[in-house]
């Protein structure tokens, strides 16, 4: 495993401009296989997750070249529904692709995917939601049979607003030229993103971000598409940025998609100003004015961006109730800021009570998951003396070159390869 060194107490200082969306462009990548034709994806980020995304669809056929944040894909060689089941355990939205095989083949295999552990993650709304399109599943041998003979379209209504459940739903459905209506569907950014990007290839998708989606198909042909900025990783540089008392600019900044994060760190005292296409986050006073911050479904506060909040909250004057009632192991990595010295109560596995501002204290942590992993990074950042932290591979799931970023503001961080 390899790891870095952060020395903590260093203002983040500069310029930073933000990545393309992990979430989108998982999801993106799937979508290009059901063109006839070639799409190019500009702004693809550089991480762990996308490379493992590419070398699956690679091995089911497709052609991939790359250069840079570029990445095009070719459909045309397609030749394979059944899922490598190593490289499908290494991440989350290896499920997504059942979703353009089920479209091209009829039949998908599938290894249940991989992942942070981060608490239950059922896949129960995704197969109800493919069972209503008419396609039937098999389990055997930990794995998953889909057939897709009985096309259905019409009304589905999702058990809940699932963002790859509906993801899934979209890239189905434009397969058919009859209507398909998804009532309860997920509004998050990335879903937009993915369902601008169908349109462009040819599909008719109306509703995107509003809650119910009206979708007819056909034949999709490639395009060029740029992938979204990251959202989640703007909130963690603008709280990186907050808890160092530093001053950065963060360029391809989308206003929109920060409305609640935006209130939220405004309620914790950060203080910021908003341009064109960017934010800057000057020094500020860190005084919580609100006692409860709750992870909600879009355009809600999002759950990738509470355990950054919690590191702010140690930083932060005041008392403040933390929640997250989707994913009951999420709050766990709290342990190592409290052996840093934070003084944090966990309630429950979904709330944390965190009083602040502490003096955090350097130590060795480890990287659990990848909001956890950027979050003790975060505290690093902050902390007396030197940190030592491990199994940063994590975290290079879902943040581009993220030593090398902080570095570039400032931050004083020492990355240990591990050559084995």
């Not at 669809?57 to 030749?79: W, Y």
């Not at 879902?398 to 390869?417: F, H, M, N, Q």
Request: some cysteine; hydrophobic content about 40%.
């Amino acid at each position: 495993m390899s790891k870095l060194l952060v020395t903590g107490g260093r203002k983040l200082e500069g310029r930073i401009n933000l990545s393309g969306n992990k979430n989108s462009a998982l999801k993106l990548i799937p979508a290009t296989l059901l063109a006839d034709s070639p799409s190019t994806l500009t702004n693809v980020p550089d991480i762990s997750d996308v490379a493992v995304m590419l070398k699956l669809i690679e091995s089911l056929g497709a052609k991939v070249t790359q250069e840079s944040h570029a990445v095009t894909i070719d459909p045309r060689g397609l030749s394979s529904f059944d899922l490598d089941p190593d490289l499908s355990a290494k991440f989350r939205a290896s499920v997504v692709l059942a979703a353009p095989l089920l479209v091209k083949f009829g039949k998908a295999v599938v290894t249940p995917p991989g992942g942070d552990q981060i608490g239950d993650r059922f896949l129960d709304t995704h197969f109800s939601m493919m069972q209503k399109m008419g396609v039937e599943m098999v389990r055997r041998d930990g794995r998953f049979f889909l057939t897709w003979d009985k096309k259905k379209s019409g009304t589905i209504f999702l058990e809940e607003a699932s963002v790859t459940a509906t993801e899934m739903a979209l890239m189905m459905a434009t397969c058919s030229s009859e209507i398909t209506v998804i009532e309860n569907s997920a509004t998050e950014p990335h879903v937009t993103d993915l369902g601008n990007f169908l349109n462009k290839m040819g599909a008719k998708i109306t509703g995107l971000g509003l809650g119910t989606l009206t979708i007819s198909g056909g034949k999709l042909k490639g395009t060029e598409y740029r992938v979204m900025p990251d959202h989640i990783e703007g909130g963690t540089f603008m709280i990186a940025s907050a808890i160092t008392g530093g001053h950065i600019k963060i360029d391809d900044f989308i206003h929109k998609d920060y409305k609640m994060a935006l209130i939220n760190l405004s309620n914790m005292g950060v203080k910021y100003e908003l341009s064109k296409n960017s934010i800057e986050v000057f020094p500020s006073k860190l005084i919580a004015n609100r006692k409860k911050f709750k992870a909600q479904p879009w355009p809600g506060f999002p759950t990738d961006l509470m355990s950054p909040f919690i590191v702010l909250a140690t930083q932060t004057q005041g008392t403040v109730l933390c929640h997250d009632f989707m994913y009951e192991w999420r709050m766990f990595f709290v342990d190592d800021l409290i052996s840093m010295g934070a003084n944090i109560f966990i309630a429950d596995p979904h709330r944390v009570i965190v009083s602040g501002p502490t003096r955090l204290m350097s130590d060795r942590l480890f990287c659990k998951d990848i909001r956890a992993g950027i979050s003790v990074i975060l505290a690093a950042l902050v902390a007396d003396g030197r940190s030592e932290i491990e199994n940063i591979e994590v975290v290079q799931r879902g943040y581009e070159k993220i030593d090398e970023r902080l570095k570039s503001l400032g931050a004083e961080i020492v990355t240990k390869y591990d050559v084995r």
